[in-house]
């Protein structure tokens, strides 16, 4: 996931002390080389500042990324994909997510779900871990239709079972 697809663009002039690049991956940058700031510039790389990003949510992301090694290649699909972690918090969306939705990855990629889109049947497979199919669901917040199949995905660790994330794949319906 590039930075330049997540990072707020609507910002001020106002130059900030520490910065990433809009042009890295979140995969490939180091969490310990990020400040303890609350936010980081994003620059271009002839040092333009094109946005900015929560240094909470750039970390957040990273650890995300080390548990979606398969994101290349999610990323490519024409289905949509939108994985969240047990909490509901959206760790990972598609091209095509996006863009079958409408919604721009900035506005949701580190929101909780139950904020942005309350009445997600995603998040009674989170509530129950139980697999959902629907051939018409509507998504309230953008108002369109779409076909989803929805599963849990899980993580055995120490004997444990405990959900990691969910997968959605979506299409327009007419």
Known sequence: MLISRIMRTNVDEKRLEHHIYASQLVSDINPEGIRDTQKLEVREENETKVGEMRTAD???????????????????L????IAVDAEGRICFENEAYSRIVGVSERKTIGRNLHVVEPDAILLKVLETGEPIYRNRQLIHS??????????PIVKMERSREHILSF??????TS
């Open 58 to 76: 750039l970390l957040y992301l990273i650890e995300a990324s080390q548990r979606l090694h398969l994101s290349a290649i999610l990323d490519k």
């Open 142 to 151: 953008v108002g369109k239709f779409v076909a989803m199949r929805i599963y």
């Open 78 to 81: 024409d289905a949509g994909v």
């Open 167 to 172: 997968r959605t794949s979506v299409s327009l």
